[in-house]
T-cell receptor
């Protein structure tokens, strides 16, 4: 089945630093979604990407849909303590009934 | 917009009993809802896809007789864990599919922590 490789698995950074994480796949996806999950909560949608090459921002977050449709990255600029959490990428294909394939997650820790 | 609620948020039950978890889309109609299970420090594992008015589609390895799913309306899906055992203890999360800019985005509920004693 399809698999998403998300890296890094965890990051421990200083407040104010920029963060970058990415997902790669052996299969093509038509949509890439990035979620953030706080402890004990459900994932919250951060950014949705629909076209290959698309670059989308949401505040300090920027995500890109890779041109090959097999990868995506998420950048967080000037990190703050509330950025702490687990970030998941998810890919979606049109012929999979809107199902999502999730990456393994990136655990972000920010030191004030 | 695109708010999904889950109830209860936490439940503790005794082994052998059944537990029902509700998932509601509050401000949109969701023809498709999904049920996930998440183990500590792990990613989300899809259990089943629930379509309004039809039988749920279960992922390989998920027992449909143990995890009963009902999607009776466009805003409500329920997951019933029957004859629960301690190994069923987990974090269960639902999501509802909502048409986005070019596809169907999934919006997640806050999750239900199930503990079976």
């Amino acid at each position: 089945g399809q698999q998403l490789n998300q890296s890094p698995q965890s990051m421990f950074i200083q407040e104010g630093e920029d963060v970058s994480m990415n997902c790669t796949s052996s299969s093509i996806f038509n949509t890439w979604l990035w979620y953030k999950q706080d402890p004990g909560e459900g994932p919250v949608l951060l950014i949705a990407l629909y076209k290959a090459g698309e670059l989308t921002s949401n505040g300090r977050l920027t995500a890109q849909f890779g041109i090959t449709r097999k990868d995506s990255f998420l950048n967080i600029s000037a990190s703050i303590p509330s950025d702490v959490g687990i970030y998941f990428c998810a890919g979606q294909t049109d012929n999979a009934g809107n199902m999502l394939t999730f990456g393994g997650g990136t655990r972000l820790m920010v030191k004030p | 917009g695109a708010v999904v609620s889950q109830h209860p948020s936490r439940v503790i039950c005794k082994s052998g009993t059944s537990v029902k978890i509700e998932c509601r889309s509050l401000d949109f109609q969701a023809t498709t809802m999904f049920w996930y299970r998440q183990f500590p420090k792990k990613s989300l594992m899809l259990m089943a896809t629930s379509n309004e008015g039809s039988k749920a589609t279960y992922e390989q390895g998920v027992e449909k007789d143990k995890f009963l799913i009902n999607h009776a309306s466009l805003t409500l899906s329920t997951l019933t864990v029957t004859s629960a055992h301690p190994e069923d203890s987990s974090f269960y999360i639902c999501s509802a599919s909502y048409p986005g800019g070019g596809s169907y985005e999934q919006y997640f509920g806050p999750g239900t922590r199930l503990t079976v004693t």
